[in-house]
């Protein structure tokens, strides 16, 4: 089974075992819903349901179904949440996962020939932009806007581009 990690628990809030948390996801708003299940990175076996979970500051408040106390809550400091593969949810149309596209062939539609692979993902703003290293290893960036990305098909890891000239 794949986990992926989801936070960091930093350390207690309150007295009733709601716990603060630095993100290491993108979806905190589906990882941290009411019902949604996750466990701690060594000790999978042991899942926690999330009651609620709320952004604070830079950070996300977090209460569990079974955490109900400050002493259970203290027992989670320094640990990490996963969420288990089958437990996570759908994505919306158009939006991946880092590790569905990093390694991808990026294919020119237009000619069908492979123009090389996704190397890297930045988040610098508006969109994502993804690092394309050529065969020679030479790179270039595209961003992730639907007049470049034609395409994504994740389970063959190829992406379809129409390269703008200048872009290469």
């Given at each position: 089974?794949?986990?992926?990690?989801?936070?960091?628990?930093?350390?207690?809030?309150?007295?009733?075992?709601?716990?603060?948390?630095?993100?290491?996801?993108?979806?905190?708003?589906?990882?941290?819903?009411?019902?949604?299940?996750?466990?701690?990175?060594?000790?999978?076996?042991?899942?926690?349901?999330?009651?609620?979970?709320?952004?604070?500051?830079?950070?996300?408040?977090?209460?569990?179904?079974?955490?109900?106390?400050?002493?259970?809550?203290?027992?989670?400091?320094?640990?990490?949440?996963?969420?288990?593969?089958?437990?996570q949810q759908e994505l919306?149309?158009?939006?991946?996962?880092?590790?569905?596209?990093?390694?991808?062939?990026?294919?020119?539609?237009?000619?069908?020939?492979?123009?090389?692979?996704?190397?890297?993902?930045?988040?610098?703003?508006?969109?994502?932009?993804?690092?394309?290293?050529?065969?020679?290893?030479?790179?270039?960036?595209?961003?992730?806007?639907?007049?470049?990305?034609?395409?994504?098909?994740?389970?063959?890891?190829?992406?379809?581009?129409?390269?703008?000239?200048?872009?290469?």
């Amino acid at each position: 089974m794949q986990y992926y990690d989801v936070a960091k628990v930093l350390t207690t809030h309150g007295l009733n075992g709601e716990v603060k948390v630095s993100l290491i996801t993108d979806f905190p708003e589906e990882r941290f819903a009411p019902g949604s299940v996750l466990s701690l990175k060594n000790d999978t076996e042991r899942t926690l349901t999330v009651k609620s979970g709320r952004p604070f500051k830079q950070f996300w408040l977090v209460q569990f179904e079974e955490i109900t106390d400050i002493e259970q809550a203290e027992k989670l400091r320094g640990k990490i949440l996963v969420v288990s593969e089958e437990n996570q949810q759908e994505l919306p149309e158009g939006v991946y996962y880092y590790r569905d596209i990093l390694d991808s062939d990026v294919i020119d539609e237009e000619t069908g020939n492979r123009i090389g692979k996704v190397t890297d993902i930045q988040a610098p703003g508006a969109n994502d932009v993804w690092e394309v290293t050529e065969d020679d290893g030479s790179t270039f960036l595209i961003p992730y806007i639907p007049d470049v990305v034609k395409k994504v098909d994740v389970e063959n890891k190829k992406i379809y581009v129409e390269l703008m000239e200048g872009l290469r």
